[in-house]
DNA sequence: CGCTGAATTGACTACCCTCAACATGAGTGG
DNA sequence: CCACTCATGTTGAGGGTAGTCAATTCAGCG
């Protein structure tokens, strides 16, 4: 129970989490977002290159869609969302992302970001100049696998929103967004019952393809049948068990 | 003009397409699947360890979810179908493969692939052996950063996919469809206006999240409307330009 | 020739969106 | 302290899009 913090205290306010002088070695996410199987010496090499730069306050962006790319940013306080513009001007959400987990990886393909990532609260992240990581990759055969990996990750991630998207029910859609959340927080040795919400109804509703609305109403419905409490952004998990079932669908 | 085929002649029954000894160096599709800046001479060491097999046939899988991973495919010839199986064993249809894509790059994440891939009609491909790549990206930087720039580019496209799906119109879907698979032809010089859909109506369905009721009146009312003309699988984009106003949406 | 699977079309229904009114809370300035 | 605005979220009523259920057509194939 040390570290699992109760859910009116946010998680970024906790004492060190914006502290610049953590180091790879010595960071609480490196199980997460750093190869586990990284040589001592190597996670050193790599900590060389990383930046870790003043925070973000809420609403700032970390890059803009069509930046030109050179680094990639891990995640290590707070909430950021990845933000996709088509050419119509709509906004479409594609991802959230929670400290521990990497951003940019967009950006390799063709040499500028395709999405703008911006700060959901407060946050801190590790930028990793990509060209430095490229040639550490060439010298370190475990970080060069570990980075494949990292991306491979993030493809059968959206292949899986991509399944709940593709699914009908609006109440699985809801129903999958707490559990990954929900589970996201587990790796992390946070409360998976009991978190607050980073994200606004307007950004949670994008990002599943439903009004604003519509999330409201199933967050009142999902209360009134006693699978989860909800107090504006702070969200109980009364039962797991069903809003597991939710999740898989009723078909 | 000399390699265009009418849409009535498959693809894949084009001379070669199947002939097991092309090599990367003269093969038709180098350019989509292969850096052009290697130099010759690592486009040998490629391709001496990329392996062809016998085609498949349709509805033949190449790997199976929970195969343990060993290999990245890239399509020679015809056109393969991923699907991600749920707990629940609903299917999702996650993607559509054409000639000169890459297929199985799930499959890094956790060293099994997470999805099956299926011939969707006879279909060539070229095995590449991931550890033997995986050796080679090291001593070839510009391997090294073609391959982060290919899974790069399957999570840039696997963006897109979500940002289809956010989006109501089923309309928009269908449209965003067609006009991704016309352009992926024209990248192979054949016809962006006129092509066979390798896919059934429900496979279309599928990955559109439509039912397949949905995708046969959206394609009669297309038809209705000149946009298109269909027949059976055949494809005609008789006007290109309100394709993309509706795949675009109305809104 | 009948069988099977895929596709089309129609009638009806349900879920979610749209439009609208209202509530809440944060921030600002009187 | 209150009034005001603005952004965000909740709730309600009604309509539209796509799903469900069902019948029919069509092509491929033994």
Redesign the pocket.
């Known amino acids: 129970m040390n570290d699992i913090q109760p859910p009116y205290i946010k998680i970024q306010d906790a004492h060190c989490a914006h502290d610049k002088r953590v180091s790879c070695g010595n960071c609480r996410l490196n199980t997460i977002c750093l190869p586990i199987s990284l040589h001592l010496d190597d996670i050193d090499r790599l900590n060389n290159i990383v930046q870790r730069g003043k925070p973000l306050q809420k609403g700032e962006y970390l890059y803009r869609a069509k930046d030109t790319f050179d680094s990639v940013y891990a995640i290590r306080s707070g909430a950021v969302k990845a933000v996709s513009i088509s050419e119509t001007g709509n906004e479409q959400v594609t991802g959230f992302y929670l400290p521990g987990e990497v951003v940019g990886l967009d950006g390799l393909a063709s040499d500028i970001y395709t999405n703008s990532v911006i700060a959901l609260e407060t946050s801190s992240v590790c930028e990793i100049p990509f060209n430095r990581l490229e040639e550490l990759s060439l010298q370190i055969p475990t970080l060069q696998r570990h980075f494949f990996q990292l991306m491979s990750r993030e493809i059968t991630q959206e292949q899986q929103i991509i399944t709940l998207l593709g699914k ?6 809801i129903a999958s967004l707490l559990l990954s959340i929900s589970a996201r927080n587990g790796r992390r040795n946070l409360s998976t019952n009991n978190f607050i ?1 980073p ?7 994008n990002f ?13 419905r999902l ?1 009134k049948n006693k699978v989860i409490a ?4 702070e969200i109980v998990i009364t039962d797991m068990d069903s809003l597991q079932v939710i999740a898989k669908g009723t ?1």
Chains 1, 2 share one sequence.
Request: a neutral charge; glycine letters at 6%.
């Open positions: 009908s029910s609006a109440e699985a859609r919400l994200m606004s109804r307007t950004d949670i509703g599943l393809g439903l009004t604003i609305e519509t999330v409201s109403r199933i967050f009142t209360q909800v107090d504006k952004k078909d």
